[in-house]
């Protein structure tokens, strides 16, 4: 079955954690008996003069290139900063449609997969139309409970809803969101995410801190430094966690007010700020960690609570997205209201308590890349089977 995916979001070779969960996904499918993959990945860059900056030079670079095996093509958009967005979708399909026409004339698509809702759904649909082959669409958390909302990008969603041969979603909270917004929920599968699990295991925490130079009590925090994520809150809350250390690993936007946050209330010496860590070193920073603190406003469901579980590492999470999916028994962590002191007092018990690292992974022992895939290839061959 030959699979045209279709994702904004791919690794590349200057930014490798670039939508690597979609990465794993895909190569997980591609390894599945009588599957073959080929990907688009459109790049949207900013018109001129905005397009003399830096880091739409580094954008200007991206290339098709083979991936882990998988071969990547990356059609160029114009994409509008900020004001655009709702018209990405059209910019893509436009881009995107000589090349898919040349591909699918030497050897046909069956199916086109769409990794995220928006912008990659509502281009796919109109790709579909023009191609004549059935589309999907892959929910995953901020292209519903974000895009979903912007003016011009609501109804582009819900028409490729209505239009799609069929639906993913990360979490059942996610579903419950997207038949909220109007969606059809028979039409909507739950997909979750996949884990290394011979990767992502427990490790001796007291030598993984001290690879890393630290003592005392570790609070990790994997996400972008957007908004969103809340990383502040957990800034804040550290002021009444006596001697631990908060690792921030990402980047972002919110990274200066971040450190001005950290100088204000007085824990600036006890916060790190790691930058965009590699993938694979990941697997010792959540080992090495007491606590995996995330309490976003929203999500899907946060890949970083599946690998810091799978770790052996207890996190505090809002009650967002499908954390309640994720956490199986006590040991799994806290769930805590999106304020510092919530935050504070759920680390000071879990320090005072530690759980058991076995019994805080057995939470996600179903995980894993093959049976990701597995599930994927189930669900495009219900569609081919219509």
Known sequence: MRILTLSTLFPAANRPNFGIFVERQTRALSEVRDFAITVINPVGTAPWPLSLIASQCDLKALADEHWGGLEVYRPHFTAIPVIGGSRNPAAISRAALPLLRQLHRETPFEHIDAEF????GPAAMRL??????PFTVKARGADIHYWGRQPGCSAQILDAADKAAGLLAVSSAL?????????????IRVHYTGLDQARFVPRDRAQEKMK????????????ALIPRKNHDLVVQ???????????????GESEAALRALAHKTGVAERVRFLGSVPHDDLPA?????????LVSASEGLANAWVEALACGTPIIASDVGGVRELMQNDAAGRIVAQEPAAIAQAARDLLANPPREEDVADNVRAFSWTENARQLADFFRSIASR
Request: net charge negative; hydrophobic share 60%.
């Open 175 to 187: 579903k419950a969101d997207m038949v909220a917004m109007g969606m059809n929920a028979d039409k």
């Open 237 to 251: 809350a550290l002021a009444d966690i006596p001697t631990a250390t908060l690792l921030l690993a990402g980047q």
């Open 285 to 293: 920073l959540f080992a090495a960690a007491d606590i995996m603190a």
């Open 212 to 223: 890393l130079g630290l003592t005392g009590p570790i609070i990790l925090s994997v996400g």
């Open 128 to 133: 579909s139309d023009a191609l004549g082959i």
């Open 117 to 120: 809702f928006f912008p990659d």
